[in-house]
């Protein structure tokens, strides 16, 4: 039987938009020949998560990402999964979100849970929005430039502040100063050559006096010994000569003889010593009483005598 043109034209037709959908459908990772279960999660920021996004569980890809849809106007993001039906999960599984490459994109992936119950297609399931590695890096990044940033403000302060110090007349005295400083030390440096050929010349006769000093230290030290011999010696003598005077007139004392002898051992001396401070005690006792006794003056009788003048 001859197939007319136009069933061969539909034929054709057909045949390229299966393929078309197949090839469109396997570009986006979804094979058409598979059943899929449609799972929904709401987070507050899908960035960086597109349609035909992978979907994986422990590393395999088990779906992509159907569509993404606004919640609630603008409030919400839906995160709408096409799954493998093959593959099965608890109900309270979590889909997380992570960094993913150096172009910006994320990653989603199904953390499996631990309940009993089987999620089932068109389920919501928990989001977790984890950072990922370039993520950690920005935050790390960020404060250490914001840092450099400083320290680059901090030195370009210094350096100015350095350039407004060094202006030409300060580098000059600068440039002159270090030329003084280098001709001190020249100076100092011929001076300790200076002193060291005057020690080499005059060595031996150094080594002289310091033995002539050794010398003579040790005679001051012999002669300061036996002034101190001849000193102790003559104050031990000075005082043996005057404990035998004082034993000589303690014996003097009590032999008798002497005025202290006489003071000491005769009563009637004592006696009329004794009698005379009584005598004196009265005598001073009646002119404290009797002033007028003793003593004869009168004011009138001077005034009289200039009057008569």
């Known amino acids: 039987m001859e197939i007319k043109k136009e069933h061969k034209t539909a034929i054709i037709v057909i045949t390229a938009l ?3 959908t197949w090839g469109f459908n396997f570009l986006k990772g979804k094979d058409i020949f598979k059943a899929y279960n449609t799972y929904y999660s709401i987070l ?7 349609a035909s996004t992978p979907v994986t569980l422990k590393g395999i890809q088990i779906g992509t990402v159907k569509a993404l849809k606004f919640v609630n106007g603008y409030d919400k993001t839906m995160l709408v999964m096409d ?6 999960f608890a109900k309270d599984s979590k889909v997380k979100i992570y960094g993913g ?35 950690l890096v920005n935050d790390k990044i960020t404060p250490l430039q914001n840092k450099l940033d400083r320290i680059l403000s901090s030195t370009d302060t210094l350096l ?38 005057f020690l080499d010349q005059n060595q031996q006769h150094l080594n002289q006096s310091v033995a002539n000093f050794d010398k003579i230290s040790q005679n001051l030290a012999v002669l300061s010994d036996s002034l101190k011999e001849l000193k102790m010696k003559s104050l031990v003598n000075n005082l043996n000569q005057t404990m035998l005077n ?5 014996l003097k004392i009590n032999n008798g003889k002497g005025t202290m002898a006489k003071l000491l051992n005769d009563p009637k001396l004592y006696q009329n010593l004794e009698q005379s401070t009584k005598a004196l005690n009265l005598l ?8 007028k006794r003793y003593v ?9 005598k200039t009057q008569k003048k």
């Open 296 to 304: 004869h003056f009168s004011i009138w009788g001077r005034k009289e």
């Open 246 to 250: 004082l034993n000589q007139t303690i």
């Open 101 to 135: 490459n150096i172009m910006g994109g994320k990653n989603v992936s199904i953390l499996p849970g631990q309940s009993a119950q089987l999620a089932q297609d068109g389920d919501t399931l928990q989001a977790m929005k984890m950072p990922g590695m370039f993520d």
């Open 44 to 50: 507050d920021n899908v960035e960086g998560v597109v």
């Open 18 to 20: 299966a393929l078309f």
């Open 160 to 197: 100015l502040s350095i350039n407004n110090i060094l202006n030409p007349g300060t580098q000059k005295h600068l440039q002159q100063s270090i030329a003084d400083l280098a001709t001190g030390i020249h100076q100092i440096k011929k001076t300790t050559i200076t002193v060291n050929r």
């Open 83 to 88: 799954i493998d039906n093959h593959y099965k």
């Open 284 to 291: 001073l006792e009646d002119l404290r009483t009797h002033p």
